[in-house]
């Protein structure tokens, strides 16, 4: 009996299967990936048993199985909490002005510096563009701190535009700190998340430029009609994967820039998690708001999923 169409057995009992005998054909790959399933496994698989301690009270001392199960209470504390408004509402503006300025940028700045003729030249601001992404988040708050300071450059050109000369921080008033946060994003991520970008524009073949040349069609033209409609099932894909986090918000730079004068703009699910769990010791309860906003990020990606499949028949699975 012959299975030659699956690729799984040659002839019944007499072939390995396919995965066996990739394995002692290619022993060294599945070794280097080895490390890196067992990094998965320890850090992202195991640790979610410790979920259960949204569904109870966390004692130290009796451990996970042991403490006191209570349910969903700590899930309806958070709907009834006073700051649950607050902190998804904060937490979806600033991934929705994300969406808005933040993702689009790198689109352009790609399909920009695609259009020169100099090679060198787009090394050039290719690299430059990347740097502010290597930079650590510390010196990152440290720089715009220092720009939106009293005398800072930032705070100077606000106060021309709006003709306030009072002395003032910008991250103490609230509402500068979200048009500061994404800008800082739009400077950090435009040239690194471009990359991506650049590698799809690479893989149009030249010849649609080309035949595109001899029918008239000009720069903008050829832009319009090959480059964005061939970079498009990248865009709906990392634009996807954006909208899966649309309720995740990057902990880091938000925690260095806040104090407690603007946390009506700028408290958000990770910052008040942080507060919950490491500051008040409410463990159990912080869990359960971590839990909540990965089902709704979970949710969400299902569903724009769905959609982009019948829609653009792209789709991430």
Not at 85 to 105: A, E, H, K, S
Not at 120 to 126: P, S, T
Not at 190 to 201: C, D, E, M, R, V
């Amino acid at each position: 009996m012959y299975f030659a169409d699956t690729g799984v057995f040659k002839c019944l009992g007499r072939e390995q299967p396919m995965l066996i005998k990739d394995f002692k054909r290619y022993k060294l790959l599945y070794v280097m990936i080895l490390p890196v399933l067992v990094y998965f496994a320890v850090f992202a698989y195991v640790p979610m048993y410790g979920l259960l301690m949204a569904f109870e009270n966390f004692n130290v001392t009796k451990g996970i199985w042991g403490s006191d199960w209570v349910g969903f209470e700590h899930f309806a504390d958070f709907f009834a909490s006073p700051y649950f408004t607050r902190v998804i509402r904060n937490t979806l503006l600033l991934n929705l002005y994300g969406l808005i300025f933040v993702f689009p940028l790198p689109i352009f700045f790609a399909l920009l510096i695609n259009e020169f003729r100099s090679a060198i030249l787009k090394r050039v601001i290719q690299t430059v563009s990347y740097l502010p992404y290597f930079i650590s988040i510390v010196v990152i708050a440290g720089i715009i701190r220092d720009f939106t300071s009293q005398t800072g450059l930032l705070t100077y050109l606000v106060q021309h535009i709006t003709g306030n000369y009072e002395n003032m921080n910008l991250l103490t008033k609230e509402a500068f700190f979200r048009p500061v946060y994404v800008a800082s994003e739009m400077w950090q991520y435009t040239g690194f998340s471009a990359i991506i970008y650049f590698s799809a524009l690479s893989s149009i073949n030249p010849d649609l430029y080309e035949a595109s040349t001899i029918d008239g069609a000009n720069r903008w033209k050829q832009m319009v009609h090959i480059s964005i409609p061939g970079i498009a099932p990248t865009m709906i894909i990392l634009f996807i994967l954006q909208l899966g986090s649309i309720m995740s918000v990057g902990f880091d730079k938000v925690f260095l820039l806040q104090n407690p004068a603007i946390y009506s703009t700028s408290d958000v699910i990770a910052t008040y998690i942080y507060r919950q769990g490491l500051q008040f010791g409410e463990l159990s309860y912080s869990t359960a708001v971590g839990f909540f906003n990965t089902v709704i990020n979970f949710i969400v990606l299902i569903i724009a999923n769905q959609i982009s499949r019948k829609v653009s028949e792209t789709s991430l699975f």
